[in-house]
């Protein structure tokens, strides 16, 4: 057990949708990050917070948006959805120290999301 | 950008054996990190070893060990006497010091333990 924990588990709904995926980091880490893994992608970064601000963005679409709350949780959420965003979302948290950071990434179980 | 890649797809490996899963990678930054994580069937992402291109000393982690090659932009990940509970998806990430702090990911290899 990781640790970050991210519900739901599942997640099925139909196109046009919108979903919300929710995750809490670790005790005591301020950064959260999400990453999408699909068959064809693979796993790749969407967005990183840090203590409540956006830190960095990777390939994430403007349908997609995310935030971190002031008690650290932070929620992803997907509108307009197509049969292309079906994957396996997770979230994953580290400390973030400083520059440089020297914090490790541990990874919730992940919300599996099926868009039919 | 930086890329990773796993040239090996699928791998197999009796039990007991010893196998090494590689991985390379193409960056122009001195200073970064490298990491093994697994993916097992329940699909949670598990970190197995980490490294620090600083250090020239490979990682070991009980069973697992790395071979960090920095000038050849390599680092394996050596699994000696493999066990059923081994068999997963085992992914190389490598990531910055300074800056976007993101996971790049490999595609991945797939291991198989053969009992």
């Known amino acids: 057990d990781s640790g970050v924990t991210q519900t739901p588990k599942h997640l099925i709904t139909a196109t046009g949708q919108r979903v919300t995926l929710r995750c809490s980091p670790r005790?005591?880490?301020?950064?959260v990050y999400w990453y999408q893994q699909s068959l064809d992608q693979g796993l790749q970064f969407l967005i990183q917070?840090?203590?409540?601000?956006?830190?960095a963005k990777g390939n994430i679409l403007e349908r997609f948006s995310a935030q971190q709350f002031p008690d650290l949780h932070s929620e992803l959420n997907l509108s307009s959805l197509e049969l292309g965003d079906s994957a396996l979302y997770f979230c994953?948290?580290?400390?973030?120290?400083?520059?440089?950071?020297?914090?490790?990434?541990?990874f919730g179980p992940g919300t599996r999301l099926t868009v039919l | 950008a930086q890329t990773v890649t796993q040239s090996q797809p699928e791998m197999s490996v009796q039990e007991a054996e010893t196998v090494t899963l590689s991985c390379t990678y193409d960056?122009?930054?001195?200073?970064?990190?490298l990491f093994w994580y697994k993916q097992p069937p329940s699909r949670q992402m598990i970190l197995v070893i980490r490294?620090?291109?600083?250090?020239?000393q490979n990682a070991t982690e009980n069973r697992f060990s790395v071979n960090f090659q920095k000038a050849a932009k390599s680092f394996s990940l050596k699994i000696s006497d493999s066990q059923l509970g081994d068999a997963a998806m085992y992914f190389c990430?490598?990531?910055?010091?300074?800056?976007?702090?993101?996971?790049?990911f490999g595609t991945g290899t797939r291991l198989t333990i053969i009992p």
């Open positions: 917070y840090y203590n409540g601000e956006e830190r």
């Open positions: 005790s005591g880490d301020l950064s």
């Open positions: 994953a948290s580290g400390r973030t120290s400083g520059s440089p950071s020297t914090d490790t990434q541990y």
């Open positions: 990430a490598y990531r910055s010091v300074f800056g976007n702090e993101k996971l790049t």
């Open positions: 490294q620090e291109a600083y250090k020239q």
């Open positions: 960056t122009s930054e001195s200073d970064y990190y």
